[in-house]
């Protein structure tokens, strides 16, 4: 798989602050109201739409729009490809090919 850094980038910024971290926990049990993350977080709704707009780009989150509010969800699909990269940007490769016994990466 052939990485897109800047892509990679975007993805792994969406994990790179605590409110965005307490957003995607709250979004584990399902789709939240952008007025119910509001409440929880003890935010202001600029502050919220700063973290929504970095976590949508990354694509772990996805948002639809009702009436005048905004919904959020975890995409899965995002995750997926998050997780993807994560594997790919930590697989160790070995010198060894393929690995003997005594080959360290095992």
């Given at each position: 798989?052939?990485?897109?850094?800047?892509?990679?980038?975007?993805?792994?910024?969406?994990?790179?602050?605590?409110?965005?971290?307490?957003?995607?926990?709250?979004?584990?049990?399902?789709?939240?109201?952008?007025?119910?993350?509001?409440?929880?977080?003890?935010?202001?709704?600029?502050?919220?739409?700063?973290?929504?707009?970095?976590l949508?780009?990354?694509?772990?989150?996805?948002?639809?729009?009702?009436?005048?509010?905004?919904?959020?969800?975890i995409?899965?699909?995002?995750?997926?490809?998050?997780?993807?990269?994560?594997?790919?940007?930590t697989?160790?490769?070995?010198?060894?090919?393929?690995?003997?016994?005594?080959?360290?990466?095992?």
């Amino acid at each position: 798989m052939e990485i897109d850094v800047k892509k990679t980038a975007v993805i792994f910024k969406a994990f790179c602050d605590e409110n965005r971290v307490k957003i995607l926990q709250m979004l584990q049990s399902g789709e939240k109201c952008a007025c119910k993350l509001l409440e929880e977080m003890n935010i202001t709704q600029p502050t919220l739409s700063h973290h929504m707009k970095i976590l949508c780009d990354s694509g772990i989150v996805e948002g639809r729009k009702e009436g005048k509010w905004m919904y959020y969800s975890i995409s899965r699909a995002g995750v997926e490809i998050a997780r993807q990269y994560f594997d790919e940007l930590t697989n160790v490769d070995c010198p060894d090919d393929p690995c003997s016994e005594e080959c360290k990466c095992k």
